[in-house]
């Protein structure tokens, strides 16, 4: 019989602590709370939304590819600097440099030249000509553009050294 008294006990209880209470303040303002308070209305919890995460399953759903037509496959282009060469030790007292430069195929879009990791300029010939260069080692690199102004591809980066004259190193 206490058995029975006790299931009531917790039973009741349970669907006591179930039920919400929405009062409306005379400000306006909206308490919730789990207590019969004067003026108070239960709120109905039948028809609360629900959603239940499914368990991870250990793989990832696969990707589905695009086929890609032969007009916009990405074309794998080759660039070469050919001037100056890797290592090189190019005397200019002006500080002049032509750098010209290989592409495999053939590319019509913009070309850009960084030396140092920038920019120095930006055109469509393949034989770029700085002038006024600092002596001392620079590292070049050429960069294929599209109309978009997006990198499509880039030469590997050559290494080479200016030499220009000083007034610091004049002979006595």
């Known amino acids: ?8 006990l917790v039973a009741s209880l ?32 039948s028809k609360t939304n629900s959603a239940v995460m499914p368990a991870y399953q250990g793989k990832l759903p696969a990707r589905t590819s695009t086929t ?34 290989n592409i495999k195929p053939a590319f019509s879009g913009q070309l850009q030249l960084l030396m140092d990791g920038k920019v120095v300029k930006t055109q469509a010939n393949r034989e770029f000509l700085l002038n006024n260069v600092d002596r001392g080692e620079h590292h070049l690199q050429v960069q294929l553009i599209d109309n978009s102004g997006k990198v499509i591809a880039s030469s590997p980066v050559r290494v080479f050294y200016l030499l220009r004259a000083t007034i610091l190193n004049r002979s006595q």
Do not use: F, H
């Open 1 to 8: 019989m206490k058995a029975l008294y006790l299931t009531l």
């Open 14 to 45: 349970s669907v006591q602590a179930s039920t919400l209470y929405k009062l409306k303040k005379p400000d306006g303002s909206i308490i919730y709370t789990d207590q019969p308070v004067p003026g108070a209305v239960p709120v109905d919890l």
């Open 68 to 101: 890609r037509t032969k007009t916009d496959a990405a074309i794998d282009y080759a660039i070469d600097i050919v001037n100056p060469a890797e290592q090189q030790a190019i005397r200019s007292n002006p500080g002049d440099l032509t750098v010209q430069v």
